[in-house]
């Protein structure tokens, strides 16, 4: 009978939904500056009836307690930080912040826990128990949103037996979703590097340490550390999507700035993988 209602109810404020996300999706903002993203939240809970209290500056919690006798509690998290990117759909909805775009879904995330809140509300007579909603700030930049979150207690008073978040998957069909047991998300490290040399005249590169050059070659053997070094059946991930190298057609850097990510599934791999990289970006260097 409550799956039913729930699907019934699902359908009816679809579009309301739909509208939500189009309308954060187009208003993004970067990670611990959610702030229209936070009044817009706070403004549907106030239409479902709902107390809120504000953690981590940006972040927002609420309670749903049902109506039925229960001392249960679960947790329903969504993120809701874009990224650094420029959007170049051309869509309606199309990020109207330059530069700021919700990339990786934290709008269809954010917009989903305001439907399914409406949704519990609505029914709140059919179940017991509490449910937490958790709208975190600033999953994309460390000292992450949840850790803040966390420090501040928001997995107290009430303690939740267990928190769900969930996440777009554009390689899933529609209409399905996605389990499996154990571990699913992996450890995100973040990495700076500054390769220093000494930069000149692109004319006279035997006058100069070239960066640019010692940056190509760490880049490539890098890609070792994780083809050579990890074991093929723990997932391990090494990705560099920034290297600024601010030099012009004739003129060597003094330095190349890089940034980029490690993941992996594996604790004692991550503190091996974190010693191999450092030695061999350090003796590439070095050598050159």
């Not at 874009?82 to 109207?96: F, G, R, W």
């Not at 029914?123 to 850790?147: C, D, H």
Request: proline share 5%; charged share 25%; net charge negative.
């Amino acid at each position: 009978m409550i799956k039913e209602q729930i699907q019934e109810l699902a359908a009816n404020i679809f579009g309301e939904v739909v509208a939500n996300r189009r309308h954060l999706h187009a208003h993004p903002e970067l990670s611990f500056h959610e702030i229209e993203t936070s009044v817009f939240v706070a403004r549907k809970l106030e239409e479902l009836g709902l107390e809120y209290h504000k953690m981590a500056d940006t972040g927002l919690v609420a309670l749903i307690k049902g109506d039925k006798p229960s001392d249960r509690v679960i947790a329903l998290r969504a993120d809701m930080d874009a990224l650094p990117i420029t959007e170049a759909n051309d869509v309606p909805y199309k990020s109207t912040n330059i530069g700021v775009m919700h990339a990786c879904g934290h709008d269809v995330h954010t917009s989903s826990l305001l439907g399914t809140a409406k949704i519990l509300t609505s029914i709140k007579a059919s179940f017991g128990g509490t449910v937490k909603l958790i709208f975190q700030p600033a999953e994309e930049k460390l000292p992450g949103g949840a850790s803040l979150m966390i420090k501040e207690g928001v997995l107290e008073n009430p303690k939740p037996q267990a928190v769900f978040g969930q996440h777009v998957m554009p390689l899933i069909d529609a209409g399905k979703v996605g389990f499996r047991s154990g571990k699913y998300m992996a450890s995100t490290d973040e990495l700076y590097v500054t390769v220093k040399g000494k930069g000149g005249h692109g004319a006279q590169p035997q006058q100069n340490i070239d960066p640019v050059i010692i940056t190509a070659h760490i880049l490539t053997a890098l890609q070792q550390v994780i083809s050579r070094f990890a074991d093929p059946k723990s997932p391990s991930v090494l990705s560099f999507g920034k290297v600024i190298a601010d030099g012009a057609t004739n003129v060597i850097p003094n330095e190349v700035y890089l940034e980029g990510t490690f993941r992996t599934m594996d604790e004692k791999w991550r503190e091996e993988a974190h010693k191999r990289i450092k030695k061999m970006a350090e003796g590439i260097a070095e050598s050159m």
